[in-house]
Antibody, heavy 122, light 107 residues
Framework: QVQLQQWGAGLLKPSETLSLTCAVY????????WSWIRQPPGKGLEWIGE???????KYNPSLKSRITISQDTSKNQLSLKLNFVTAADTAVYYC????????????????WGQGTLVTVSS | DIQMTQSPSSLSASVGDRVTITCRAS??????LNWYQQKPGQAPILLIY???SLQSGVPSRFSGSGSGTDFTLTISSLQPEDFATYYC?????????FGQGTKLDIK
């Protein structure tokens, strides 16, 4: 059974770097899109970006200048770094496994990490 | 970015009711529309992908339809565990974008 376990610092000061890691257990890294998605308290979901098993990345244009998503296939892990955080980056951050159809389109995320609340406060 | 608009934003219903939630895309997304259910303090759960395909393990009372710009999620007979927030998501054009959510609560 596929499980995603994520971890990272939960309290940051403005201008610091958010750093999260997500480990994938019980399944292959290959053939999927691995995403980070966040949810501010009481609000909706925002896709941050993704990496595929080849290491190719896509980022949300609204965050592109500040984010890096990478993978370590030897450990079945993906990571997220978000630079220069502000209070607006306060959210629950999720990693998720995205499925891909035969034409290469992402068709939804079927496994999610447990979520990490990251609070940015001085 | 493609904008996704759900309606209604909130909905009150009773156990056993048939409920429909709609999602409209700002441009055609073919059938690249996914639906999620989220309960407080939990990660979202994928219910429907590519507009009408039922994710494995999801009860058959959930169904989806639509193509192009207009989509619906239907719950045929509400069960107590279905009271939650539902999100649509387009996955046709990066970045994947979500609707604002529909909160379904007990009447």
């Amino acid at each position: 059974q596929v499980q995603l376990q994520q971890w990272g610092a939960g309290l940051l000061k403005p201008s610091e770097t958010l750093s999260l890691t997500c480990a994938v257990y019980g399944g292959s890294f290959s053939g999927y899109f691995w995403s980070w998605i966040r949810q501010p308290p009481g609000k909706g979901l925002e896709w941050i970006g993704e990496v595929n098993h080849r290491g190719s990345t896509k980022y949300n244009p609204s965050l592109k200048s500040r984010i890096t998503i990478s993978q370590d296939t030897s450990k079945n892990q993906l990571s997220l770094k978000l630079n220069f955080v502000t209070a607006a980056d306060t959210a629950v951050y999720y990693c998720a496994r995205g499925n891909v159809d035969t034409q290469g389109y992402y068709v939804g995320s079927d496994h999610w990490g447990q979520g990490t609340l990251v609070t940015v406060s001085s | 970015d493609i904008q996704m608009t759900q309606s209604p934003s909130s909905l009150s219903a009773s156990v056993g009711d048939r409920v429909t939630i709609t999602c409209r895309a700002s441009q055609s997304i073919r059938t690249y529309l996914n639906w999620y259910q989220q309960k407080p303090g939990q990660a979202p759960i994928l219910l429907i992908y590519t507009a009408s395909s039922l994710q494995s393990g999801v009860p058959s009372r959930f169904s989806g339809s639509g193509s192009g710009t207009d989509f619906t999620l239907t719950i045929s007979s509400l069960q107590p565990e279905d009271f939650a927030t539902y999100y649509c998501q387009q996955s046709y054009s990066p970045p994947p974008t979500f609707g604002q959510g529909t909160k379904l609560d007990i009447k």
